[in-house]
């Protein structure tokens, strides 16, 4: 008996799709090669697929027709996309949409799907996801014909799988690494002019001190060099380059104000702290400070040291840069003295925050500012990325 393709089929697919990438997020997060470790690509389709399913969930409660179920799904994929391998997926979402619409077999909603996804690309690159999407088509096409959803489903499953595993003879780099990816540092519409400017005069390719070994990647630290970890913050990248990842993550850098409150605003007092964990001095429990380590712990780390919004390593591991330019504000004092500081207000300068692993406990607290160019790389400087808050009612 045929299999329906009907709202019920939607939600099942979206909920087993959104289960599947959760296991699987940090495994394909871990994989990124081309052409830069961007290590997060699992998770950008994570949360795409999250915000599909649960616009999927919340139509489920008036009884949606088939149509209007898969038009949910690809308008939450849409809205919540992240990323480029993100955005991708829901162009291919939105192409099975408007043939499901169209009263078409999946077949033909694979093939539009496909088509939407490459359309939505300005270099589509022979290698990657959009050849796995040409190949699922092409395999389920093969099916002219064929009633059942369920048996077109699963060849084009079998021809997307076969697509995935030839990938890597299709894309140099992952020839070389041996695994598929997506990112980069090639797409202007990520970077800000100068930033774009800049990357094409000076050939940025990856952070400061990297570069590629046959698959794998090598940093070069206090002159040793060893493959980069990939559960450490990165480091030794430009306002630029933080600016741009966030950007293609569908995030944004936080402004100095927004992490200030991460890092000093206790809801349950309402005060600011003058440390993430409270007002005692920073310990070896609490930070990354004092050279103690010469390098940034792993992402995660220091739990002692968390704020009261749950973030954690605000101080030590990098600098972190953010999306405001060093300007004077109301109460704003100048620290340790005017002229380390004051003179350079107003300049092209950007904001960093946080201190890093080599800084001194007794210079470093939630209120200090840094400050350098937006080309600066050698500095021990990173980043972490925000979003806006959603507003619920």
Same mark, same amino acid.
């Given at each position: 008996m045929p299999h329906p393709l009907d709202a019920a089929a939607v939600r099942t697919w979206c909920a087993r799709a959104l289960d599947t990438l959760g296991q699987a997020r940090e495994t394909i997060d871990a994989i990124n090669v081309y052409p830069v470790a961007d290590a997060d690509t699992g998770t950008n389709l994570y949360l795409t697929v999250e915000s599909a399913a649960q616009a999927v969930e919340a139509a489920a409660a008036g009884d949606p027709t088939t149509v209007e179920a898969v038009n949910a799904m690809a308008h939450g994929a849409l809205i919540g996309a992240r990323g480029n391998s993100g955005t991708i997926l829901a162009q291919l979402l939105r192409g099975m949409a408007e043939v499901v619409g169209e009263g078409g077999d999946l077949a033909t909603a694979l093939r539009r799907a496909a088509r939407s996804a490459n359309a939505a690309v300005a270099h589509p690159v022979a290698g990657t996801i959009l050849t796995v999407a040409e190949a699922a088509a092409d395999a389920a096409e093969a099916l002219a014909g064929e009633a059942d959803p369920a048996v077109v489903a699963r060849a084009a499953w079998a021809g997307a799988r076969q697509a995935l595993a030839d990938t890597p003879?299709?894309?140099?780099? /992952?020839? %070389?690494?041996?695994?598929?990816?997506?990112?980069g540092y090639d797409e202007p519409r990520w970077w800000h002019p100068r930033g774009w400017a800049y990357v094409r005069e000076h050939g940025l390719r990856a952070p400061l001190f990297w570069r590629r070994d046959g698959g794998t990647w090598l940093r070069r630290r206090f002159g040793h060099v060893e493959p980069v970890p990939p559960e450490q913050p990165v480091m030794h990248v430009c306002w630029y380059e933080a600016d741009a990842y966030a950007r293609w993550a569908g995030r944004r850098l936080p402004t100095e104000a927004e992490w200030e409150k991460a890092a000093r605003h206790d809801p349950a007092t309402g005060r600011s702290r003058?440390?993430?964990?409270?007002?005692?001095?920073?310990?070896? %429990?609490?930070?990354?400070?004092?050279?103690?380590? /010469? %390098?940034?712990? *792993?992402?995660?780390?220091? *739990?002692?040291?968390? #704020?009261?919004?749950? #973030?954690?390593?605000l101080l030590g591991d990098v600098w972190e840069w953010t999306a405001s330019d060093f300007t004077g504000y109301p109460g704003f004092t100048a620290f340790p003295y005017d002229e380390y500081s004051k003179v350079f207000l107003g300049g092209d300068y950007k904001v960093l925050r946080g201190g890093a692993f080599g800084v001194d406990p007794v210079a470093c607290r939630a209120t200090f500012r840094n400050w350098d160019h937006p080309i600066r790389r050698q500095i021990f400087a990173g980043f972490r990325t925000a979003r806006d808050a959603e507003v619920t009612d």
């Open positions: 003879g299709q894309l140099g780099v /992952l020839a %070389e690494a041996g695994v598929v990816d997506a990112g003058r440390h993430p964990w409270g007002d005692d001095t920073p310990g070896p %429990e609490h930070a990354n400070l004092g050279q103690r380590h /010469l %390098e940034p712990a *792993p992402a995660g780390a220091y *739990p002692a040291g968390a #704020a009261p919004c749950g #973030a954690r390593q």
